[in-house]
Structures are given as structure tokens and as C-alpha cells.
């Protein structure tokens, strides 16, 4: 077993909680809340969740070698390691970060939020600085009061930076984070009507993605969307250094001359003060060149020097389902968007498909926009009047909202032959097939998939996909 990282008095002292039994001068190597991958030495926290109960694997934790145990209720029969008795054990969860986080001065703390775009800019900015510090980043999405804390307790001393995702969908949330995290510099990638549910309007969504913001040091920077006119609002209201990007001319971090480069990315110029240069990304759309400029603008904020800046955007890697441009049987193009969809984002996949060449047909398959309360019809409506305005080669919508959205395309003016709704998603997997050996689909035509996550959309061309 590796050293321990934590004392048992460390525990105590950053949960305030309360010791029940066991050796006092217990250490422990990680924390850890699955009882699953629990290793020996491991202080396991036994998590609430609405469907399970991680007090039910107290016995499983110390089996794998569990060398402590933080807890809401006293354990039935007391095991034989110490444990540890605290009010709220997600609460101590992220107590425990943001103490680890506090023995970490030297550590500087990059953070992102927004409705859209988190990911991918904590990707952008995190191949930047990997290229010359030790950067730990949030895995894959890890971005809520269980995942970002989950993140950040692997801290190390030999780590410069921590880049860390923000993500909510309740008032409050931003605020906790920002607690636990004490970022150095911050970036609201933008505000958008995602994630209303639990928000009310988009004033709310916006009030919410400000507490981060409004939780920086006095001598924290903020990196500030100038195009984005709610994010402009609430940096208005905050009083650190603030660093600015977008399109617009008054931008510190400005993005010149953008084009698409098909399927490989986007080119565009960047500019900061001064310093001017052409950067090829391998993200697709427009947006994406936005997201490069947040993480241009953090690393500007964090002292990394232009031609650095370039070379890590350039390196940046897209990740699966988020606009991969991936090969169907029959030579078709997916543009697999799967992983995720809110109105904003389902536009900006639009927008990225009608640029892609004009040579070959264009196909849009869509899933429902979960999570988007009162505001459900309007938002498939709209998006039904876009897509026939932009004019595509077909529609194919699944959901509970198919029919909204498939209606206002065809009032819009998109045919019934071109615009249909499917009460199965194995219905257009039939309809690709058919479309291909029908020769209706043919070599080097797009189709691109997209729905919010719980459509779970990419099994529709799972059968289609070609081994690579
Ligand atoms: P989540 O809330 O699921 O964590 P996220 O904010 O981390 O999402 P990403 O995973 O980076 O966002 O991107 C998700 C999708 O949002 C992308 O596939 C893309 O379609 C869209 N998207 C990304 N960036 C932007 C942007 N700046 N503006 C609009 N849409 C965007
Ligand atoms: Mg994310």
C-alpha cells in the first residue's frame, strides 16, 4: 500500500465530523465512493443517492480493504475500521476536496461553466497547459457536487494547475462548487436555455452559471464571453480582472476569418493584443472556434505565451459522439452529435452540417431535447422551423415531441416525404438501410444524429457503423 495522504484527524477536521470507533492513528490513500472499485487503504464515503445507498456496501467496502468509512447513520454492527459519523456525506465529500484543495497554494485553479461547450474547452485548455505542467483535469464529464470533487481529491503537490468542469441544474450548485474549488480563473462559456427544468427561465440559468463568477478571489480572473450578452452581464457585476473573447472587435482574444475545413475541423485567426496567427482545430463548427477562444483566453490569463497557445489548440483531440465525423456502411458520413442535445447546441450542429459541402445530400436525424420544462413545445417548434429553413435532404425525429417538431417543419414549408416522425428509433436504423441500398443515400453523403443524452441516439447507426 502507498503512503497515506490523509490522516484520520485531517478527516475530522474538514468534515467536522464525528469518530465513532476504530484506531485513531488510521491513515487513509484515497477517497473513494463506489464500493466496487474500492482499494485497501481507501476512506470509502457512503453516498445517498435516489437509487441507491452506499450505507447497503459499508460490509463490501471493508471487504476490499476499505480502511475507513464516513457515514450519515451508524452502521448496524460496527466494523472493525475506524468511522467516521458526519450530517451529510455529499456535503463532506466536497469538504474533503476543498480541504485538500486548501494544502495546495501554489496550485492554480482553472474552472469552466456554461450551457453548452464545458467539455470541450475543458479539453481545449487543458491540451494547452499539458504541454508544459503537470495539469490534473476533470475525467470525461465528472462536473457535479459528486464528480468534480471526485476530480479534484487526487491533487498532488507536484501538480501547477487542476482544470475543472462546473455543471448544475439546480440555484446553488455553482455556488458550492466555486466553494470547494477556489478557482483562480473562471470562464462562463455562455448562457443558453439548457437545463431548465429545474430553473425556471433563462434569467435563472443565468443567475445560476453567475455564481461562479461572483464566488472568485479578489484577485482572481475572470475570462468573459463578449458576444454572449448575459455572460456581459454578469461580469458587469464583478469586479475582478477580467479577460474578454469573441467576435467582436472590443475582445481581448478575437477569432478572424473563420473556415471550414469539411470534416477535418476549422481554421481561423487568432488574435491576442499584438499577436496574430492562423490556427487549425480539429473541432467542427463554428462554436468550436468559440470554445477555442475561452480556452485561448484562459491560458492567456494564465501567463502561457502565443505560440503555446496555438500548438496546444492545434493538439486538442475531439472526443466521441460530441460532432465526430465518423464512416456509415454505403460510404455515408455520420456526424455522430449523440452525446447530448439543448436548443442552442442542436442550432450549432445544424449550423456546422449546412456548411459542410454542397455536393452531397444532407440528412437530419433527431432525438428530444430532455429536461426543457414549460418550455418543451416551443423549443421542438423552433427547431422544426430551422431545419426547413436551412433546407436539408431529409428529417427522421424520434420522441415524445417528434410530432411537435416534425409539424412545424412541414408548416414551415419541408414536404411530407422529407419530414417524418418515427414512434421507434429502430424504425430509421430501417430507414437508413433502406435509403442506401435504395441508392437514395450514396458514397460521401452526411447524416448527422444528435439528441439529449437519455435518447440515447447512437444506438440508431450503432449497426450501421463500419469497423475502423
Ligand atoms: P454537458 O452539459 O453535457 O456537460 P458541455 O457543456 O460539457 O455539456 P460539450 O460536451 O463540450 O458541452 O459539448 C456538447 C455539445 O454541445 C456538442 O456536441 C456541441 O453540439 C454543442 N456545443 C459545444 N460547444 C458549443 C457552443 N460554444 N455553442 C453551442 N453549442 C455548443
Ligand atoms: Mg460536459
Known amino acids: 500500500m502507498q503512503n497515506p495522504i490523509w490522516t484520520l ?63 450519515e447513520t451508524m452502521p448496524e454492527k460496527m466494523p472493525p475500521v475506524p468511522v467516521v459519523l458526519v450530517a451529510d456525506t455529499l456535503r463532506a ?91 483562480d480563473i473562471a470562464c462562463i462559456t455562455n448562457v443558453q436555455d439548457a437545463h431548465l427544468a429545474g430553473l425556471s427561465d433563462i434569467n435563472g440559468v443565468a443567475r445560476a452559471k453567475g455564481e461562479l463568477f461572483a464566488g ?105 459522439k460530441r460532432l465526430q465525423v465518423q464512416k456509415l456502411s454505403g460510404g455515408i458520413r455520420l456526424v455522430n452529435d449523440a452525446y447530448n442535445a439543448n436548443p442552442s447546441s442542436v442550432l450549432a450542429a445544424l449550423d456546422t452540417l449546412r456548411q459542410m459541402d454542397r455536393t452531397h445530400k444532407k440528412v437530419v436525424i433527431l432525438g428530444d431535447m430532455l429536461e426543457l420544462g414549460a418550455q418543451s413545445v416551443a423549443s421542438h417548434q423552433d427547431i422544426g422551423k430551422q431545419v426547413a429553413r436551412l433546407g436539408f435532404d431529409g428529417l427522421l425525429v424520434v420522441g415524445d415531441f417528434a410530432e411537435t417538431l416534425v409539424s412545424a417543419a412541414w408548416k414551415a414549408g419541408m414536404s411530407k416525404k422529407k419530414a417524418m416522425f418515427f414512434a421507434k428509433k429502430e424504425q430509421i436504423t430501417d430507414w437508413l438501410r433502406e435509403s442506401i441500398d435504395a441508392g437514395f443515400l450514396r458514397p460521401g453523403d452526411w447524416v448527422l444524429v444528435k439528441g439529449s443524452r437519455g435518447m440515447r441516439m447512437e444506438t440508431i447507426t450503432h449497426d450501421l457503423l463500419e469497423k475502423q
Open 9 to 71: 484527524s485531517q478527516v475530522l477536521l474538514a468534515t467536522g465530523g464525528r469518530f465513532l470507533a476504530g484506531r485513531t492513528e488510521a491513515g487513509f490513500r484515497r477517497v473513494c465512493t463506489d464500493s466496487r472499485a474500492v482499494e485497501p487503504g481507501d476512506l470509502f464515503v457512503a453516498l445517498r443517492g435516489e437509487t441507491f445507498d452506499g450505507h447497503a456496501y459499508l460490509a463490501q467496502a471493508v471487504e476490499k480493504g476499505a480502511a475507513g468509512l464516513l457515514v
Open 93 to 183: 465529500l466536497g469538504d474533503l476536496a476543498a480541504y485538500r484543495r486548501s494544502l495546495m497554494p501554489d496550485l492554480q485553479v482553472v474552472a469552466m461553466t456554461g450551457s453548452c461547450g464545458k467539455t470541450t474547452v475543458k479539453e481545449m485548455i487543458a491540451a494547452i497547459l499539458e504541454r508544459e505542467y503537470n495539469v490534473l483535469k476533470t475525467k470525461g464529464n465528472f462536473n457535479n457536487l459528486i464528480g468534480l470533487p471526485l476530480s479534484l481529491l487526487p491533487v498532488e503537490l507536484h501538480h501547477d494547475f487542476a482544470v475543472l468542469e462546473m455543471g448544475m441544474n439546480q440555484p446553488g450548485e455553482i455556488a458550492r462548487l466555486t466553494e470547494i474549488a477556489d478557482p
Open 216 to 320: 472568485i478571489k479578489a484577485w482572481g480572473k475572470l475570462v468573459v464571453n463578449i458576444d454572449d450578452k448575459r455572460v456581459r452581464g454578469i461580469a458587469r457585476r464583478c469586479s475582478q480582472k477580467k479577460i474578454t473573447f469573441g467576435r467582436s472587435p472590443k475582445a481581448d482574444i478575437r477569432g478572424l476569418r473563420l473556415r471550414s475545413l469539411g470534416e477535418r475541423g476549422m481554421a481561423f485567426t487568432l488574435k491576442i493584443g499584438s499577436n496574430v496567427g492562423r490556427v487549425n482545430i480539429r473541432g467542427l463548427g463554428a462554436h468550436n472556434v468559440q470554445n477555442a477562444l475561452a480556452a485561448a483566453g484562459m491560458a492567456h490569463a494564465a501567463g502561457v505565451k502565443f505560440k503555446d497557445i496555438v500548438a496546444g489548440l492545434e493538439s486538442f483531440a475531439p472526443f466521441e
